[in-house]
């Protein structure tokens, strides 16, 4: 199957997920809840739900039973798009085609979707209810992955360095690091979650941890290289932005050509650390080679 036929597939089941398993819209108070929604429902590939589910297929696991776990990753991933659209940070009008939340919103409220979120992502994983056939503690586990991705030393510290680093002479190193950790780490946390849930064995685990970090950061130098040569309409945001603010980026520092080769290359090592893996693990190779393809 195709990246995009199984993403497609999953995509409708994450999404009639997100419905069941978020507060409804008109709840009180009613404003929080509708920019929850506004934010969750306004598209998306829902890229990393579905690496939480290809993870767990690829070690025996299956959809349903992680499904809530998945849910909780496109939670948190809108979350941090919220928070990175906001003025104080990268002050970015249009998201997924659409007026980001704190326009519509306002500030302070496009803050508190951002924190309800992430609060109701945690609950969601923490909710053994919810996933009755996945022992407890491989919930925690998958539980304090996610929350290591999103700490101060993973995901919110590559933020940090990222705005730390706008206007400044970045080399290699700092560059890296906040690839990996600004998004590679999320990445990673989602293809590990995948498999905790599911008891995958130390050696796919080992495996799946190695492949999670290639393509993490892969899709964020394509992303970096989009910001660049990509179709506004087709992203559904603004083009240009990373150059206006004169961030780090891939293209900056290496050139749009050696920038698509380390990413094409990464993309290669991420498919080759599934080589003790059976035809289960086939919409993860094909997930990698969508990142490199795609245009949005």
């Given at each position: 199957?195709?990246?995009?036929?199984y993403?497609?597939k999953?995509k409708?089941?994450i999404?009639?997920?997100?419905?069941?398993?978020l507060?409804?819209?008109?709840s009180?108070?009613e404003?929080?809840?509708k920019?929850?929604?506004?934010?969750?429902?306004a598209?998306?590939?829902?890229?990393?739900?579905?690496?939480?589910?290809?993870?767990?297929?690829?070690v025996g696991?299956?959809r349903?039973?992680?499904?809530?776990?998945?849910?909780?990753?496109?939670?948190?991933?809108?979350y941090?798009?919220?928070h990175?659209?906001?003025?104080?940070?990268?002050?970015?009008d249009l998201?997924?085609?659409?007026?980001?939340?704190?326009?519509?919103?306002?500030?302070?409220?496009?803050?508190?979707?951002g924190?309800a979120?992430?609060?109701?992502a945690f609950?969601?994983?923490?909710?053994?209810?919810?996933m009755?056939s996945?022992?407890?503690?491989?919930?925690?586990?998958?539980s304090?992955?996610?929350?290591?991705?999103?700490?101060?030393?993973?995901v919110?510290?590559?933020?940090?360095?990222?705005?730390?680093?706008?206007?400044?002479p970045?080399?290699?190193?700092?560059?890296?690091?906040?690839?990996?950790?600004?998004?590679?780490?999320?990445f990673?946390?989602c293809?590990?979650?995948g498999?905790?849930?599911?008891?995958?064995?130390?050696?796919?685990?080992?495996?799946l941890?190695?492949f999670?970090?290639?393509?993490?950061?892969?899709?964020?130098?394509?992303?970096?290289?989009?910001?660049?040569?990509g179709?506004?309409?087709v992203?559904g945001k603004?083009?240009?932005?990373?150059?206006?603010?004169?961030k780090?980026?891939?293209p900056?520092?290496?050139?749009?050509?050696a920038?698509?080769?380390?990413?094409?290359?990464?993309?290669?090592?991420?498919?080759?650390?599934?080589?003790?893996f059976?035809?289960?693990?086939?919409?993860?190779?094909?997930?990698?080679?969508?990142?490199?393809?795609r245009?949005?």
């Amino acid at each position: 199957m195709s990246a995009d036929r199984y993403l497609i597939k999953n995509k409708e089941c994450i999404d009639a997920a997100i419905l069941e398993l978020l507060p409804e819209a008109r709840s009180y108070p009613e404003v929080i809840h509708k920019a929850m929604h506004y934010s969750l429902m306004a598209g998306g590939k829902r890229l990393r739900p579905s690496l939480v589910i290809a993870a767990a297929e690829a070690v025996g696991g299956d959809r349903q039973s992680v499904m809530p776990f998945a849910v909780a990753t496109e939670l948190i991933h809108t979350y941090t798009l919220i928070h990175d659209d906001l003025p104080a940070l990268d002050n970015d009008d249009l998201r997924r085609g659409k007026p980001t939340n704190h326009k519509v919103f306002g500030e302070a409220i496009a803050i508190l979707a951002g924190d309800a979120l992430l609060t109701q992502a945690f609950l969601l994983m923490t909710h053994s209810a919810l996933m009755p056939s996945i022992p407890a503690e491989c919930l925690l586990m998958a539980s304090h992955e996610m929350a290591v991705a999103m700490g101060s030393g993973g995901v919110i510290g590559g933020q940090v360095v990222d705005l730390e680093s706008e206007g400044k002479p970045v080399g290699p190193e700092t560059l890296e690091y906040i690839h990996i950790y600004k998004t590679g780490f999320l990445f990673r946390a989602c293809v590990r979650s995948g498999a905790l849930l599911s008891q995958a064995s130390k050696s796919h685990l080992a495996a799946l941890t190695q492949f999670g970090a290639h393509i993490g950061l892969a899709f964020q130098i394509i992303d970096d290289i989009l910001d660049i040569v990509g179709d506004e309409k087709v992203l559904g945001k603004d083009i240009g932005s990373d150059l206006s603010k004169d961030k780090a980026t891939y293209p900056g520092l290496y050139g749009l050509g050696a920038s698509r080769e380390k990413a094409e290359d990464l993309v290669e090592k991420g498919i080759g650390c599934l080589e003790s893996f059976d035809d289960r693990a086939d919409p993860l190779r094909e997930i990698a080679r969508f990142f490199v393809q795609r245009t949005h």
